[in-house]
């Protein structure tokens, strides 16, 4: 079966140039239709369809759904299923929405029901998200922090290079785009003081990362393969893993993040699936010093996605500031090897589980992926736009992530990931 579409495919809706979803991309999502049901969709330019009513007149009857897999508030029973059906469905949407097919083109009245403008649609969580493990992945970037609160001769602890460092977060604070956040209170502990001190952070951080979403894995103690892995994966969203660095700072030791890094955590609304994302294969960074052990060990070649990413901060009432541009290439810890190694001891992974990344930074100070890096933990403060500086985020700032894959006329894209940080709310302590 065909996994990538021609990039010469067109649709007869309207998809301008610069759009993020051509019909190469179809990326799955779910909102809430002009008629109040929330159902699963799918996007052609800012046309969104509604896959429960494409369901539910038999088009995907040939691709061996469960009956009712669309007619759901989210994708996870879509995601219950295995690869093959991913890829007929997807095929499907691209024929149906083919220029080539001018019958479906004509039918004016069924169109009318399952079409709609973007700007009609109330976009939801995509999936219901069970379960939440954040990897600390990038080379870069567990270099720069350990450069930054150690020895920057052993900026890496000794496992980094050997696993998929990462950790359990929690699922019940990762938000859909334009949510507005509470600045988090907590226990700080700056080094001068005696003892720790309650109030809100003052060194809130976005963390640019990419998440996978999840099929269903085995359920008998088996593992997932490194060969295997990506039958695993039905797409990417991007993740602005939210950060209270001065929380994290006092907290973390010993057993790691906690109150700093679960009050948020927000996703891009539409997942793009690794099909769609075939043509922007890239290389992994080396991985020879030292060798992974076996059940880690996978070519580099094509291991990564070539994927644009950047950030921008928009304080209210001004104009946004792009501040990083990064890459998704640049991460030394695959996603395949990412879900071999998360699954390596018989963890069970669900369909919807979400998987970060870790912040993604490239080689300089213009592609770091967190505030923490790019003003140095606050000492090295960035300029605006609008003549204000900025060491992390203040309240009522805006944080927008993009990110897109182009190679020639070919571009795939997954629309923005916004969130605000807003002034905390108060709480009395004892």
Not at 111 to 116: L, M, P, T, V, Y
Not at 149 to 161: C, V
Not at 324 to 336: G, L, Q, T, V
Request: with cysteine.
């Amino acid at each position: 079966m065909k996994y990538v579409i021609d990039s010469k495919l067109e649709s007869f809706l309207p998809v301008s140039q610069q759009s993020d979803f051509p019909i190469q991309n179809i990326p799955f999502g779910a909102g809430r239709w002009p008629t109040g049901e929330q159902v699963c969709l799918t996007r052609i330019g800012d046309t969104v369809i509604n896959l429960s009513l494409i369901e539910k007149n038999n088009f995907f009857q040939h691709c061996g759904l469960k009956k009712h897999t669309f007619n759901q508030k989210t994708l996870n029973t879509f995601l219950s299923h295995k690869k093959p059906a991913w890829r007929a469905v997807r095929n499907t949407i691209a024929e149906i929405f083919s220029k080539e097919n001018k019958e479906f083109e004509k039918n004016i009245d069924f169109r009318k029901k399952i079409e709609c403008h973007i700007s009609k649609i109330s976009i939801e969580m995509p999936i219901n998200i069970g379960d939440y493990t954040d990897f600390y992945a990038s080379k870069e970037h567990a270099t720069n922090v350990g450069s930054m609160f150690r020895d920057p001769k052993n900026a890496l602890l000794p496992n980094w290079s050997h696993l998929p460092v990462g950790y359990h977060g929690r699922s019940s604070t990762i938000f859909s785009t334009g949510k507005e956040i509470y600045r988090p209170n907590g226990q700080k502990k700056k080094p001068s003081d005696d003892f720790p001190f309650f109030g809100p952070s003052e060194k809130i951080d976005f963390e640019l990362e990419v998440g996978f979403i999840t099929g269903s894995g085995p359920r008998n103690g088996d593992c997932i393969s490194i060969e295997s892995a990506e039958d695993s994966i039905f797409g990417l969203v991007l993740l602005n893993d939210w950060s209270a660095r001065d929380i994290q700072q006092w907290e973390y030791v010993p057993l790691g993040p906690f109150l700093a890094k679960n009050f948020a955590s927000c996703i891009s609304p539409w997942i793009v699936t690794l099909d769609a994302l075939e043509p922007f294969r890239s290389d992994r960074p080396v991985q020879n010093d030292p060798n992974p052990l076996p059940y880690l060990q996978q070519s580099r070649s094509g291991a990564n996605f070539n994927i644009d990413l950047q950030v921008g901060i928009k304080p209210e009432g001004s104009e946004e500031t792009i501040i990083c541009e990064s890459n998704f290439k640049y991460m030394y810890w695959s996603i395949a090897q990412q879900l071999a190694h998360h699954s390596i001891n018989g963890c069970i992974i669900n369909a919807g589980d979400l998987m970060g990344s870790g912040t993604i930074s490239g080689p300089s100070k213009g592609s770091y992926g967190s505030m923490l890096e790019i003003s140095w933990n606050g000492k090295e403060p960035i300029d605006l736009s609008n003549g204000t500086k900025r060491s992390f985020i203040e309240d009522n700032d805006t944080v927008i992530l993009r990110g897109s894959a182009i190679k020639k006329d070919l571009k795939i894209g997954f629309g923005e990931c916004v969130s605000k940080i807003i002034p905390s709310k108060s709480w009395k302590t004892r």
